[in-house]
T-cell receptor, first 109, second 114 residues
């Protein structure tokens, strides 16, 4: 059975801290790994990773895929209160996304 | 604004009642999906439609039916609602399957079954 596991489930930090969110997957016909940010409503797209070892960056966020270890990490540096959200990892096979349970990040001033 | 529109945004049902959640997209996407999100469970796929005229079961299809009415619309029906179906439901669409083009999500329907 396909599955995506995220850790930690919840994280509380202070502004300025750096956080690392983890995602591991066991998915048949794996094609790509995606990260989404979910605040109050619908998830919004952050990154899509298809190649191992190539870091993707967007401002203070970065992510990398390790196909050998079947895992990915999402890093957020110099966190801000606006980073507070649920971060979802999802693995894409040939026709659908399989989501993890998410990591709830709370950033306090 | 272009995107995925879900209706209604909120709904309260009594056990045993039926209802249909509507979803429409105006991006000419081929594929559409219904997910449910429960606390601590992430997003779980209920049904999806890879293209107009096709539908397939996802991870948690029991108690639901779907209809891909046309390319734009993909509805989710609860024939006899149960408290276990209390959840937030998200519809999503993408250009196609086989290569990931990115999902666009609707804003969700919060359903409570009492």
């Amino acid at each position: 059975e396909d599955k995506v596991v995220q850790s930690p489930l919840s994280l509380v930090v202070h502004e300025g801290d750096t956080v690392t969110l983890n995602c591991s997957y066991e998915v048949t016909n794996f094609r790509s790994l995606l990260w989404y940010k979910q605040e109050k409503k619908a998830p919004t797209f952050l990154f899509m990773l298809t190649s191992s070892g190539i870091e993707k960056k967007s401002g203070r966020l970065s992510s990398i895929l390790d196909k050998k270890e079947l895992s990915s990490i999402l890093n957020i540096t110099a966190t801000q209160t606006g980073d507070s959200a649920i971060y979802l990892c999802a693995a894409y096979n040939t026709d659908k996304l399989i989501f993890g349970t998410g990591t709830r990040l709370q950033v306090f001033p | 604004n272009a995107g995925v529109t879900q209706t209604p945004k909120f709904q309260v049902l009594k056990t045993g009642q039926s209802m249909t959640l509507q979803c429409a997209q105006d991006m000419n996407h081929n594929s559409m999906y219904w997910y449910r999100q429960d606390p601590g469970m992430g997003l779980r796929l209920i049904y999806y439609s890879a293209s107009e005229g096709t539908t397939d079961k996802g991870e948690v299809p029991n108690g639901y039916n779907v209809s891909r009415l046309n390319k734009r619309e993909f509805s989710l029906r609860l024939e006899s609602a149960a408290p276990s179906q209390t959840s937030v439901y998200f519809c999503a669409s993408s250009e196609g399957t086989g290569l990931h083009y990115g999902y666009t999500f609707g804003s969700g329907t919060r359903l409570t079954v009492v």
